[in-house]
């Protein structure tokens, strides 16, 4: 499917430990292709062998993808780009419900930012992580997507404004 798309297109691609014990190799052949892989600190490390963030991050972006983000859940996220390294902290969530279902809020956030900017530079996918983190967020705020669901744009827009005062320094 990847070899009909265009040149221009942007692809995401985010995966769980199941397809690296399972389809190890189809997974590399894929990764190659695509412009953002998105995964979490453990399944970096299960792929690459690195405990250390930076350095399976590192090592993930020579296996193909353009960009990758290692998910680091409560934590935050580091974005490893060409133009250089971004690390986010995560929304500051005080009410922890049920984390399922946050990575996937997280990589569609970031993905409909970018669509929505038409962009995918250094700058654009620091921004969508502002949202994909402060999406994520409020999955985990209850079961399922229903936190989500109720919160709606502006409470999205809050958090990003707000977590943008967090990481702000001036």
């Keep these: 499917m990847l070899d009909q798309l265009s040149g221009n297109s942007f692809v995401l691609a985010d995966t769980i430990d199941l397809w690296i014990e399972t389809e190890r190799e189809a997974l590399l ?40 983000i290692v998910k680091k859940g409560e934590h935050g996220a580091v974005l490893f780009h060409e133009d250089g390294l971004f690390a986010l902290p995560a929304y500051p969530v005080t009410q922890l419900h049920d984390p399922t279902g946050a990575g996937d809020s997280f990589a569609g956030a970031l993905i409909g930012r970018l669509a929505s900017r038409n962009r995918s530079d250094f700058s654009a996918i620091k921004e969508a992580m502002l949202y994909a983190t402060c999406t994520a967020s409020l999955t985990v705020e209850a079961f399922g997507c229903d936190r989500l669901e109720s919160a709606g744009k502006a409470e999205i827009e809050d958090r990003v404004t707000a977590l943008k005062q967090l990481i702000t320094v001036a």
């Design 29 to 68: 052949s894929l990764i190659q292709k695509v412009s953002l892989l998105v995964i979490n600190d453990s399944d970096a490390e299960e792929l690459t062998g690195e405990s250390n963030v930076i350095l399976a991050g590192n090592k993930l972006r020579k296996m193909g993808p353009e960009n990758v």
